[in-house]
């Protein structure tokens, strides 16, 4: 993959180009193209093992596409620099157990050289439902669900222009679904972009501006949920969703 910058044409939040990822020869990902605009929420959906997973860790490098290209805000995605505006929450994220919550936010500022302040971390606790008292508790006495609040508490308070979640509802009661559905709406109001994946469509129907339904390998359909309900003649996302993938 080319290691260069890319024209300021091409400045989206996300460009993936032809992008194919194969494991042990076993294809994954074939020929795959997407593009986001700035300030849109945008859900990947998709069955088990459709490659939501391998997409999101090509976008951050953690592996590298076999074919294709991916830019971050006009910078391919080989260069650190190309993720100096994302944060990103992965799959079944569990903190350190080791750091108390305090510690952990200290960890997460530092490693991104942000700095905010106590009244900014005690709103955004706040906002997701946490006492200030878990910042002095260890991790490892966390709930499934507070590490995660946790998590996007962190997430949400580094002030990035491309947040990158892969199932950001897990373990969270719905209570705490319907905070953090309405933090994603407040940082697409700022103008964020928001690509999150997710296997609750009820919460993707509600959410998303652009929904893309990842299926061998490719992107088998992309636009608004009503225009997925449209083109399959179906009342809800759901019924959508097979008839696409059937």
Same mark, same amino acid.
């Given at each position: 993959?080319?290691? @260069?910058? *890319? $024209?300021?044409?091409?400045?989206?939040?996300?460009?993936?180009? %032809?992008?194919?990822? =194969?494991?042990? #020869?076993?294809?994954?990902?074939?020929?795959?193209?997407?593009?986001?605009?700035?300030?849109?929420?945008?859900?990947?959906?998709?069955?088990?093992?459709?490659?939501?997973?391998?997409?999101?860790?090509?976008?951050?490098?953690?592996?590298?596409?076999?074919?294709?290209?991916?830019?971050?805000?006009?910078?391919?995605?080989?260069?650190?620099?190309?993720?100096?505006?994302?944060?990103?929450?992965?799959? @079944?994220? *569990? $903190?350190?157990?080791?750091?108390?919550?305090?510690?952990?936010? %200290?960890?997460?500022? =530092?490693?991104? #050289?942000?700095?905010?302040?106590?009244?900014?971390?005690?709103?955004?606790?706040?906002?997701?439902?946490?006492?200030?008292?878990?910042?002095?508790?260890?991790?490892?006495?966390?709930?499934?669900?507070?590490?995660?609040?946790?998590?996007?508490?962190?997430?949400?308070?580094?002030?990035?222009?491309?947040?990158?979640?892969?199932?950001?509802?897990?373990?969270?009661?719905?209570?705490?679904?319907?905070?953090?559905?309405?933090?994603?709406?407040?940082?697409?109001?700022?103008?964020?972009?928001?690509?999150?994946?997710?296997?609750?469509?009820?919460?993707?129907?509600?959410?998303?501006?652009?929904?893309?339904?990842?299926?061998?390998?490719?992107?088998?359909?992309?636009?608004?949920?009503?225009?997925?309900?449209?083109?399959?003649?179906?009342?809800?996302?759901?019924?959508?969703?097979?008839?696409?993938?059937?």
């Amino acid at each position: 993959m080319s290691r @260069r910058v *890319l $024209p300021a044409f091409f400045n989206m939040p996300i460009i993936i180009s %032809n992008c194919s990822k =194969a494991y042990r #020869k076993r294809p994954v990902l074939n020929q795959l193209s997407l593009q986001l605009d700035q300030g849109e929420i945008f859900s990947l959906i998709g069955v088990n093992g459709a490659g939501k997973t391998t997409l999101i860790k090509c976008l951050l490098d953690f592996h590298t596409a076999d074919l294709g290209e991916i830019s971050l805000f006009g910078v391919v995605s080989a260069l650190t620099s190309s993720r100096n505006e994302l944060a990103y929450l992965p799959e @079944r994220f *569990l $903190p350190p157990y080791y750091l108390n919550g305090q510690q952990f936010l %200290n960890y997460i500022f =530092a490693l991104h #050289k942000s700095e905010v302040d106590d009244d900014l971390i005690g709103a955004m606790l706040d906002a997701m439902d946490l006492s200030a008292e878990i910042l002095k508790k260890p991790v490892r006495d966390f709930s499934k669900g507070m590490a995660q609040k946790l998590g996007l508490t962190a997430l949400l308070l580094l002030d990035k222009k491309l947040l990158i979640l892969d199932e950001p509802m897990s373990g969270l009661d719905p209570k705490a679904r319907a905070l953090v559905k309405k933090q994603l709406r407040l940082a697409k109001e700022k103008g964020k972009t928001v690509f999150f994946s997710s296997h609750l469509l009820a919460d993707v129907e509600e959410l998303s501006d652009r929904v893309g339904i990842l299926h061998e390998g490719t992107i088998a359909f992309c636009g608004s949920p009503e225009e997925c309900k449209q083109k399959y003649h179906s009342k809800n996302l759901e019924d959508a969703f097979l008839k696409c993938i059937g």
